[in-house]
């Protein structure tokens, strides 16, 4: 869950606002600090700043992120079975089930994938590698919690720096599978739109041009009698709701989305989260740098929806 943290400087100060910060919010890392001051969850006076910016007087910071630290407690560890696509001595693809949320938060200390994964490593007797943020380790990248699929974990210290760097510079493939409303003229296309908070609505993203670059490419796969399409998406970019903020902003959003979807609500075909999947993803192994493409099948659920659509056409260039 999104949560906020507000700060106004009243005294005067010299510092830089990374360093200030993590002496005001002394539970956060400095490294937490600046990733968060890089990436736009840090705003002074509601801008974007650097991390050497200069504090001033009157100064009023928010820090708004949906990964807030639950420092200093001890993870819970479960045993719940988890579905493993592909592992190794370094690493394991995972099949996140729509619903789970992927680490604890302040505001989610239940049953997560990383309490699951806990339970697996120790079964199997190997550490989970940690990083700056403990509350989930083995996890490099992220995914909704209402959006399934297949999620990389990091087994090996190596193994997720590797990956951690690999997601940084975008050299990880990944596509997704969704259901959205409407229909297209084209067949393919890409989305370039920055993305950043939405300053009407703070706990939510939209296209704005103060936002961060968000490039998606999308094909349309099959149209449907009742006015839905179904989208293949690749990321070349990898920001907070990218792909359901994009499809929001070309004014095809994806089904279900209780966030971006609101006025087709009365279309919706479950209340479970929006129909979005991670279906595919093709990366080389952070050790031995052999090219690896994992996939897997859509859920159940997923594949119920379109097995009640009427298809008038399948893009054959798939």
Known sequence: MTQQRTHKVEVETAQRIDRYLSEIWADLSRSRITKAIKTGQVRVNDHTVKPSALVNVGDEITFITDEPEVAGKKLLVTHSPLDIKYEDDDLMVVNKPQGQVVHPTSQ???????????????????DL??????FRPGIVHRLDKDTGGLMIVAKSPQAYQTLFEQFQVHDIQRTYLGLVYGAFSEKSGTIDA????????RLRFTAISTGKPAITHFKVLQQYEEGLSLVAFRLETGRTHQIRVHMRYINHPICDDPVYATEYRPRFFTD???????????????????????????????????????????????
């Open 108 to 126: 989610n200390e239940g049953v997560t994938l990383v309490n699951d994964l806990l339970g697996y490593a120790e079964d199997h007797h190997f």
């Open 194 to 201: 920055p993305i950043g908070r939405d300053p009407k609505q």
């Open 129 to 134: 590698p940690v990083g700056d943020e403990t």
């Open 272 to 318: 479970k989260g929006q129909l979005l999947y991670a279906q595919r993803l093709a990366f080389n192994h952070p050790v031995t740098h052999q090219p690896l493409m994992i996939e897997s099948t859509l859920p159940a659920t997923f594949q119920n929806v379109i097995a009640q659509l009427h298809p008038l056409w399948t893009n054959e260039t798939d």
